[in-house]
């Protein structure tokens, strides 16, 4: 125990029964006492719990604050005799002050407390010394701390015997923080906080809780006004609307995933399969009587990992699962960052699902945000009554397309805060890879604002240096320490180098959404097949910027959202039209150099537009064209994971070589794609509604070839025309190679031809 001096105290400080001598020279100045009476002291562990005082004769004094008590002894912990009782203290009346009798060192104690209705005895939290390493709050403060989460927020330690919870806050331009929560009845006055005035850091070590209670901090702000605040490191939180932060149960999720997470380490990602299911798992299926209720983590093991195993796909990415208060918002709006959204269920059934995914093979991505939040008054903004995670200037710290707030990635605490965010989720979760949104507002100044509306950086230029500095240590950080994961960007702009590694002066992604290809294959595919012809250079202009970045081929949620219509309603014609071309463009895409991505409901070719707060349009499978679509997507997945020459050599030059991208008049295309032993898969796509009998195309080896797949097959929906499964090649050069066959094209389709040794 920290020795003190006594203070002065002023007349009628203190009233009530005296113990042993008066209490009055152990009681702290008026003001001092009611400042910890009412909770705002800056510094009450400096005067509350077990401490000496005086120099030339020490005594042994215990204070306390205990609202609504009306009587306070002391017990030794050990014997647990009544050593002495404490007295309240006039004017500041929750306070409670004593001498300890006979007794000059601190010893082990508990106080027996007495309420009206009822007597507990605690242990004091006052009495339990500092938990914080000096080692971590070094990292945090430096903007180097990847496991902030171990001892921010709310972590279970067992101190001197007793199992309680260690709470910790970065608040360091507030007044004063205390805990406000369940089990003090919300009263800011029982638990005050201890400052680290170094690190900016409040904690209190509170015994005797059980998890699960509700809770937050209060705050008193350099203006002396208070605020509510739930904890940025919460693991777990309450719904609105009052979004309290919820102390996380103690037992640990074991794990049975080993094989897959060795498995993922040795993975190169770039030279695998990669096609990924993208879910918003809030609507991806409803349940209840009126079809509205959310379903669970068990539900969607027992029905969503079969569909994706069955489907196929190598991935499924999860819109953003961290909390979120708006559902409107599709979590890209996050209030608990550390807190796996409570709509689904707890953070043990989270990890859950990860591990049965895992089981079966299958990896997890988790859209992530760090490009903003939300301005909700229980959140960060305004955090300890100072812009302490945004940006100070509102040019730089508010976004005006979203009303969010933008973090400060100059600040050092804000960086450890991000960057054990992604580790989080990496770590505890055994997330796959992340995708980070909204790439392209982090990196300019100017996004979405107009001249005169941001300014530029140190250098003159419109780019934010220091998220460019954040990300390039992110994803540096992220690699070296967590093998075998993807770290995806969601960029929209020709920025360079956004996959490229950070030695030779890149981002430092694994990957990048190829926005481009989206863009202008989707405005091809809505185009009237008689005037396609005009538009051919949509679909191969891709090809001309390929190998500058990694890319993921991308049809998301953003494209069937807001007016833009379902990928199946943009496409003109019949429904035999519509079907045909999203089959032949599904089959130009998985056949494209890049990894793939599909926004679910596109698999079976849903026909409205996603909402967020229905079930996908499940009754459609009852009907062939959908069912047929659903099984082309499936066959492609098959397809694409047992021909390396569609993914090996994704991202080189060797990988692909154009048969025909000139056939204009046609709108035929015509490709091969290449393993790294040079065993070809050729591929062709007729983007009319004719049939072209008689069409040849280039072979860039002799021999026969299978038609390893056609959409126009009945299987599909189609009408079988084709190849009656074979072509043989003939040693006639045709479009830059020595052999050639002559085919028949299906109308709006796309086969694919693999050679049979």
Known sequence: MKQEMSEPVTENAVSGESIGNTPNDVCPEYGCARALAEGRHGDPFSWLGMHVVGSEKPTLVVRAVLPGATKVDVLDKKTGKKVASLAAVSGAEPLFVGKMPRRVKPFPYLLQVSYPAAEHTVSDPYAFSSLLNDDDTYLFNEGRQQQAWHFLGANWHEVDGELGIQFCVWAPNAQSVSVVADFNCWDKRRHSMRKHPASGIWEIFIPGLVGLEHYKFAIQTAGGGWHEKADPYARSMEPPPYNASIVPPREQWQWHDSQWMKRRAKTAWHQAPVSIYEVHLGSWRRKGDDGRDYISYQDAVSHLIPYVKELGFTHVEFMPLSEFPFDGSWGYQPVGMYAPTYRFGDAAGLKMMIDAFHQEGIGVLLDWVPAHFPKDPHGLGNFDGTCLYEHQDPQRGSHPDWDTLIYNYGRKEVQSFLLSNACYWLQEFHIDGLRLDAVSSMLYLDYSRKAGEWSPNKFGGRENLEAIELLQELNTRLYASYPGIMMIAEESTAWGGVSRAVSAGGLGFGFK?????????????????????????????????????????????????????????????????????????????????????????????????????????????QYAPHQQMKQWVADLNHAYTELPPLWQCDMEGSGFAWLDCTDVGNSVLAFCRFDAKGRPVVVVCNFTPTVREGYRIGLPQGGHYRERLNSDSHFYGGADVGNSGTIVSEYQPWQGMKHSAVITLPPLATLYFTLEN
């Not at 007016?563 to 003109?572: F, S, V, W, Y």
């Not at 996603?610 to 996908?616: A, F, I, K, V």
């Open 513 to 621: 959404w190829n926005m481009g290809w989206m863009h202008d294959t989707l405005c091809y595919l809505g185009r009237d097949p008689v005037h396609r012809s005009f538009h051919h250079h949509e679909m191969t202009f891709s090809m001309v910027y390929a190998y500058t970045e990694q890319f993921i081929l991308s049809l998301s949620h953003d494209e069937v959202v807001h007016g833009k219509r379902a990928l199946l309603e943009k496409i003109p014609g019949d429904d035999w039209q519509k079907f045909a071309t999203l089959r032949a463009y599904y089959g130009f895409m998985w056949a494209h150099p890049g990894k793939k991505l599909l926004f679910m409901g596109n698999e079976f070719a849903q026909r409205r537009e996603w909402q967020h707060d229905y079930s996908l349009d499940w009754h459609l499978l």
